[in-house]
């Protein structure tokens, strides 16, 4: 499995938006979900969007729901998490994984080298 190559990340004011990208060859099989990680300085790393791709389902950690939307285009093996209304606590370096367990956050698969996003008030 490839390692997952993140873009799109950048400066922007609160209430803002962005909307990220992962180049990542998820798995033929659809076994394992697809997801979206974020770690802001002196934090874990914690899990932000989930996709299931053989069912379309989606899970969003409670603190982006309604303001984030993952998303996928199979045709270019690209993974996509749009954010909007963003705020300052959003602030993080995003990563995206393409073999996380489906019902946690457990990545199985690499980790790329992410992209920072940054909000300020």
């Known amino acids: 499995q490839a390692q997952p190559v993140e873009s799109g990340g950048g400066s922007v004011q609160a209430g803002g938006s962005l909307t990220l990208s992962c180049a990542a060859s998820?798995?033929?099989?659809?076994?394992?979900?697809m997801a979206w990680f974020r770690q802001a300085p002196g934090k874990e790393r914690e899990g932000v969007a989930r996709?299931?791709?053989?069912?379309?389902?989606?899970y969003y950690t409670d603190s982006v729901k309604g303001r984030f939307s993952i998303s996928q285009d199979n045709a270019k093996n690209t993974l996509y998490l749009q954010m909007n209304s963003l705020k300052v606590e959003d602030t993080a370096k995003y990563y995206c994984?393409?073999?996380?367990?489906?019902?946690?956050?457990?990545?199985?698969?690499?980790w790329g080298q992410g992209t920072q996003v940054t909000v300020s008030s």
């Open positions: 994984a393409a073999a996380v367990s489906c019902g946690s956050w457990r990545n199985i698969g690499l």
């Open positions: 998820g798995n033929a099989e659809s076994r394992y979900c």
């Open positions: 996709l299931n791709p053989l069912r379309g389902s989606t």
